[in-house]
């Protein structure tokens, strides 16, 4: 296993939640981490992103709520995520993928299988 997801679970709406993503340093170090959700009868989404270089990207829809991070100590990225809404419940992945900055072409990119996060209303 290249990801494993931990941290899923089921809380009631207005909780948090804290995800977390381990993988080897040579994947970790150099890579652009996601959080993807796939809930049922959609498409899986983009829930946000941290570069190497620690830059974040969050979906408008988590945006003051959840939050990206990574160690690279533990080669490991995090999702916090509070104020859980209803709408929030999904499986969530891990994701690793690193670019060739010139080409732009995907160098590697690997999945964690999934952790599921059920939010009750």
């Known amino acids: 296993v290249q990801l494993q997801a931990s941290g899923g679970g089921l809380v009631q709406a207005g909780g948090s939640l804290k995800l977390s993503c381990a993988t080897s340093?040579?994947?970790?170090?150099?890579?652009?981490m996601s959080w993807y959700r796939q809930a049922p009868g959609k498409q899986r989404e983009l829930v946000a992103s941290?570069?190497?270089?620690?830059?974040?990207n969050y979906v408008d829809s988590v945006k003051g709520r959840f939050t990206i991070s990574r160690d690279n100590a533990k080669n490991t990225v995090y999702l916090q995520m509070n104020s859980l809404k209803p709408e929030d419940t999904a499986v969530y992945y891990c994701?690793?993928?690193?670019?060739?900055?010139?080409?732009?072409?995907?160098?590697?990119?690997?999945w964690g299988q999934g952790t599921q996060v059920t939010v009750s209303s």
């Open positions: 994701n690793a993928r690193h670019v060739r900055p010139l080409s732009q072409r995907i160098n590697y990119e690997y």
């Open positions: 340093e040579s994947i970790f170090n150099i890579a652009t």
């Open positions: 941290i570069t190497s270089g620690h830059n974040t």
